[in-house]
């Protein structure tokens, strides 16, 4: 089993930078995927970034540039550096791990972008 915290939401301004956490616990050998996704009101979840064994990162059309994901194993987190936000950005953002067919996800952290 895999416990996954996420914080670092918040009201951010457009132009501005956020990082948010997600903080693993539990059964965490074997994981072969940490990601971050986002849903927006009345859209469906999207996946934002992915980083997986080796360090091996992919981003969602539009993301790569504006967002960096990364992951420090020794305290098993992992992170979104979000920069020039935009209000679209703005949706609750949730941490996601997988192994083995199986995933688990956390509760989401609400990011809003606003002036």
């Known amino acids: 089993q895999v416990r996954l915290v996420e914080s670092g939401g918040g009201l951010v301004q457009p132009g501005g930078s956020l990082r948010l956490s997600c903080t693993a616990s539990?059964?965490?050998?074997?994981?072969?995927?940490m990601a971050w996704y986002r849903q927006a009101p009345g859209k469906q979840r999207e996946l934002v970034a992915a980083?997986?064994?080796?360090?091996?990162?992919s981003y969602a059309d539009g993301m790569q540039g504006r967002f960096i994901i990364s992951r420090h194993e020794a305290t098993g987190t992992t992170y979104l550096q979000m920069n020039n936000v935009k209000p679209e950005d703005t949706a609750k953002y949730y941490c996601?791990?997988?192994?083995?067919?199986?995933?688990?996800w956390g509760q989401g952290t609400l990011v809003t972008v606003s002036s």
């Open positions: 980083i997986g064994v080796g360090g091996k990162t």
């Open positions: 996601n791990a997988v192994r083995s067919g199986s995933y688990w």
């Open positions: 539990g059964s965490l050998f074997g994981l072969t995927q």
